[in-house]
């Protein structure tokens, strides 16, 4: 059997169910069945968070990755020690908790570069509570990237065996469609490429995602894809990708899912969420490429108005922990 990674787990915004949503996953044997588990957070907050999903844990400070055990009904921490437990609000933006999850974060990620952790497995932060923390930075990949020396890390998402990539992220549509140049199709499909080849699909097969109804009918509904997206996908195909496309958009996805495409490029940020999210909301997990560690993450937020009230479904945090296990093997600075 192989050697269990170390997935180091930051805890998230104290505010919300981050916290809430690890502690149920870490009362699942499978978890440590696969992986070394570490949370990254306040000790304070976990044990309240223990309490209120009543899950028979013991919780185990550490000092560092090295000192963990690692065993079934225990939690090893790596305790942080900032946040005051009494000015806890549960739901509520906040500083403190803005910093708090900025710095499980930025610990993680020290770790993660140290070599001392394999993976990270992250939760939902508060972009409010950042702000108030005047935290600078919008979100998760935002953060990572500065803190990591990356540039323009790619989102992959995985649910079902379907994986999905995208060209733009937090832009309007208008801004995005801006964005969908020729040379940007041929960059991320490279840039894809290397990151399937990464997480150990060696030989993968592309489907670039359509813009416009039936990828614009031959202009009919729009010229994108005739003057951008269809030769970006042909300088790809030049440099050695096996990619095909645009494909209409109202089919690429379940094509996917059926096992035609390893991957499929989509083009904006509604387009592959609307896809993944309707396959199984809850099992649908983020990961970011491009950085020197495997990142993974849930892909929901903080979700205030349930926060600490022991209803919050872990599934997602689960698979989130369980996906970083099982492609931590094939992933090593050394790969990018």
């Given amino acids: 059997m192989a050697e269990r990674a170390i997935i180091a787990i930051p805890m998230g915004d104290p505010a919300g169910i981050g916290p809430e949503i690890t502690m149920k996953s870490l009362t699942k044997k499978e978890i440590y ?13 976990i044990k309240k968070a223990i309490g209120i999903v009543e899950a028979d844990l013991q919780v ?18 790596i305790n942080l020690a900032n946040i005051d437990i009494d000015k806890l609000e549960y739901g509520q933006v906040s500083a403190q908790g803005g910093r708090g999850a900025f710095e499980y974060i930025k610990k993680s990620v020290e770790l993660a570069m140290a070599g001392e952790v394999k993976a990270l497995a992250t939760t939902p932060i508060n972009k409010e509570s950042l702000k108030a923390a005047k935290v600078p930075y919008i979100g998760h990949t935002e953060m990572l990237e500065d803190l990591a020396g990356s540039e323009d890390p790619l989102t992959m998402f995985e649910v079902n065996g379907m994986r999905i990539f995208f060209l ?9 469609i801006d964005q969908m140049t020729k040379e940007r199709v041929h960059d991320y499909l490279i840039r894809c490429n290397r990151a ?12 670039v995602a ?16 005739i003057e951008q997206i269809k030769p970006g996908i042909e300088l790809a195909v030049k440099d050695g990708i096996d990619a095909v496309g645009p494909v209409p958009a109202d089919s690429v996805f379940y094509q996917a899912l059926n096992g035609k495409y390893d991957a499929v490029l989509s083009l904006y940020h509604d387009q592959g969420h609307i ?29 205030f108005d349930i926060a600490g009230k022991n209803i919050a479904e872990s599934t997602s945090m689960e698979e989130c922990i369980k996906v970083a296990a099982q492609y931590a093997p094939n992933f090593s600075p050394n790969s990018l």
């Fill in 168 to 176: 733009t992220r937090h832009l309007s549509l208008k801004d995005a």
């Fill in 33 to 45: 069945d696969v992986c070394k588990p570490l949370v990254i957070g306040d000790t304070a907050v």
């Fill in 275 to 303: 896809a993944a999210k309707m396959t199984d909301f809850h099992r649908t997990i983020s990961i970011t490429n491009g950085l020197p560690f495997l990142r993974t993450s849930v892909d929901h937020g903080t979700a």
């Fill in 210 to 225: 359509g813009l416009n109804p039936h990828s614009g009918e031959g202009g009919l509904f729009g010229r994108e894809e």
């Fill in 60 to 77: 185990n400070e550490v000092a560092a990755p090295a000192e963990g055990k690692y065993e079934f009904g225990t939690v090893d921490v």
């Fill in 196 to 207: 399937l080849q990464r997480l150990g699909v060696k030989k993968g097969k592309f489907a």
